[in-house]
Structures are given as C-alpha cells and as structure tokens.
C-alpha cells in the first residue's frame, strides 16, 4: 500500500506543477515558475484525498499525509529551481513529494491521541 501512496503522491505533485507551469507559460515567464508552485501545493494534498477515498490510507491519516506532501513539494520545488541546469534534477525532486507525504502520515500516527494506549 506504501508505494502505491508514494506514487500517487509523487504523479499528482508534479502533475499539478507541470499543468500549473502550463496555465503559467501563458502569462510570462515569471508566472510560469508561480503557477507550478501554487499547482503543485494544491495538487499534493489532493492527491492524499485521494489515496484517503481510495482507502489506500486511514481515513485519519489524511491530514497528516496531505500535509507532508505539500512540505514535500515545496522542497522539491527548491531543489527542481536549484537543479534547473540539469535534467534529472527537477524530475527526481518531485520524490519528495513522496516522502513527505509518508513522512507526514507516520508522524501524525505518532502523535494522534487515539492510537495510544
């Protein structure tokens, strides 16, 4: 189930970036890089929904993976800005979109009052 989260995670936080770069291009170059961040964060969290309504996760865990895909697509968006200059680093940086999300989901286990015994 993990890394069918992970995926999903990591297709709709670049998903969301690249369409909203698209939606961008077309009011300048500055809007471009605008329009894939603020796609991206909220693509990241909707994609969480998703894996909540397709029962890949707790209903509970929502938040916090929701959360931690969007923590995790903002730092993928400062590594792709940094790694501009090479191909392989704005693509594998959307891996943390992933993580973060995974991230999220087990430190909201952690702390949820209603799982400790």
Do not use: E, Y
């Not at 992970?6 to 500055?30: K, M, P, Q, W």
């Not at 991206?40 to 929701?66: K, M």
């Not at 693509?91 to 009052?113: E, F, H, I, K, N």
Request: charged share 10%.
């Amino acid at each position: 189930m993990n890394m069918r989260v992970f995926l999903l995670l990591v297709i709709g936080g670049g998903s969301g970036a690249l369409l909203g770069s698209i939606i961008g291009a077309a009011f300048g170059s500055r809007v471009l890089f605008v329009g894939g961040v603020l796609g991206g964060l909220i693509a990241s969290p909707c994609a969480a929904v998703v894996a909540g309504r397709l029962q890949w996760i707790d209903g509970a865990d929502v938040t916090g993976t929701a959360v931690g895909a969007a923590v995790g697509f903002l730092a993928a968006a400062a590594v792709a800005v940094n790694t501009l200059s090479t191909p392989w680093g704005p693509v594998l940086s959307t891996l943390l979109v992933g993580a973060g999300g995974l991230t999220g989901r087990q430190l909201q286990a952690r702390l949820s009052p209603r799982r400790r015994s």
